[in-house]
Nanobody, 117 residues
Framework: QVQLVESGGGLVQPGGSLRLSCAAS????????MSWYRQAPGKERELVAA????????QYADSVKGRFTISRDNDKNTVYLQMNSLKPEDTAQYYC??????????WGKGTLVTVSS
């Protein structure tokens, strides 16, 4: 049974940083591209970043390029999202999932990021 458990969200001031983690289980982690999505209130879920199986390639939404960094640790079955220079418009529920451009697994609960002064 696939499990994706996101953590690391919280309240942060504009310009601040957060590091999200996603612990994955129930599948062979190093055979799957992994990705981060977010869903802001009243909006559709959107792809934020993705990383290939061994981290050689990454992609980012234009809105987060240069501020967010996706990484993974295949020994720990964990994918990370380092978020710097956070803006109020980054406020959203953040989710991880398998895949490069579309989600592969059922969604986890996500972790809430709120950027506000």
């Amino acid at each position: 049974q696939v499990q994706l458990v996101e953590s690391g969200g919280g309240l942060v001031q504009p310009g601040g940083s957060l590091r999200l983690s996603c612990a994955a289980s129930g599948f062979t982690f190093n055979t799957r591209h992994m990705s981060w999505y977010r869903q802001a209130p009243g909006k559709e879920r959107e792809l934020v970043a993705a990383i290939t199986t061994f981290g050689k390639n990454t992609q980012y939404a234009d809105s987060v390029k240069g501020r967010f960094t996706i990484s993974r640790d295949n020994d720990k079955n964990t994918v990370y999202l380092q978020m710097n220079s956070l803006k109020p418009e980054d406020t959203a529920q953040y989710y991880c999932n398998g895949g490069w451009s579309s989600a592969t697994f059922p969604w986890g609960k996500g972790t809430l990021v709120t950027v506000s002064s």
